[in-house]
């Protein structure tokens, strides 16, 4: 198939050898978990070790990794020429619209010598239906799990790696300080929403893996609500929660304000919160485990009496994402239980919120990378609520 005017790797995000180094890590990794050749189908990880990025993912593709030899990576037709710009992979097995994708694989593992192999795939992930892992059994045998291999590769984030990551928080940051500057009484939902997402992409934003969290009045008071054209009256609170993304990395933001009138528990919930934020990056530092950042937020948030109010882990991992998430939550958590240590390079956002359900949120979020000695905030707006009398 001819390349035509498109040229190999013109648009990928990273020079060739960092895929090289990642792939060599990986394999490394494959071979002593005992895996001959690994399916990996979860957009994440295909961008980890390629570079193919497409929102075509809807449709089958799978990097087929062997610990020895050239990898293959099976595609569809209508995004090879995608596939041929974003990556250096050369060899391209690429199906038709008429094709069943699960054969197609089946018949590109026989033909490379595979099929007797230890074949592992990646099948924790969102994109892996059920009848295909078990289409691929029926043909193949025992299809053994490869989940969590390569998402342990990309928990630590090389220096390449997190410049993308600060550049999408430069574009976050924009986004909703033009969220901020649009909280009046008589603008919408959508008005903050249109200001935040507008803005963050004539920043440099490209297309995020989940949609701004923007509500308003009593709206607010239900986790992941979204903009619903709610007009925004005096006396009420307004709860913004946005991400952007460079080159697939992403970083996230959470802001409140308050029109007139804030009640004292709101005040106090607010207050809460900061403290809370504070407490979780103070206990981040490499060597620590994860859960010390969320102990250290529960324990300010449970001296405040507002245990009932907070019921979720104070932060998760963010890197490489697609839709239908900005995180990397399934990676790695801050969360009680989880004792794994952090590490130098590794990047959270610490999202803390408190509610009364039904009533209003309030709540505050940096996103961070762990450093030598603590952690980084990557963004420079105020953290108190802002204000606007009435």
Known sequence: MSNQAVQQGAESAFPKAEYDQRVARARKLLAGAGIDVMVVTGPE??????????PGYYTFQALVLPVEGEPAFVIR?????????????ANAEVYQDGDQPVDFLVNVIKSKGWAS???????????????????LQAKLGTIHD????????RVVKSAAELEK?????????????????A???GATENDLVAAMMGSSIAAGSEYVGMEPLVSAGRRSGVPHGTWRRGRLANDQPVFLEMAACHDRYHAAL?????????????????KTCQEGLEAAIQAIRPGAPCEAAHNACQKVIDRAGYTENFKKRAGYSVGISFAPDWGEGGILSLYTGVTTELRQGMTFHIPVALRVFGQFTV?????????????KSLSAIDRPILRIPG
Request: glycine content about 8%.
């Open 45 to 54: 990880n295909i961008f980890y070790l390629t570079g193919q990025q497409t």
């Open 77 to 89: 037709q209508l995004e090879y020429f995608n596939f041929i710009s974003n990556t250096f992979i």
């Open 117 to 135: 192999k230890r074949i592992a795939i990646d099948k924790r992930g969102w994109f892996l239906p059920i009848a295909t892992y078990e289409a």
């Open 146 to 153: 490869g989940a969590g291999i390569i998402e342990q590769l």
């Open 165 to 181: 990551l600060a550049k999408a928080a430069s574009y976050v940051e924009v986004g909703m300080r033009a969220g901020l500057n």
């Open 183 to 185: 909280v009046r009484v």
């Open 254 to 270: 959470m802001r409140s304000a308050w029109l007139g009138a804030m009640p004292q528990v709101a005040t106090d919930m607010e």
């Open 363 to 375: 709540g505050v979020s940096e996103t961070v990378v762990v450093t030598e000695t603590g952690c």
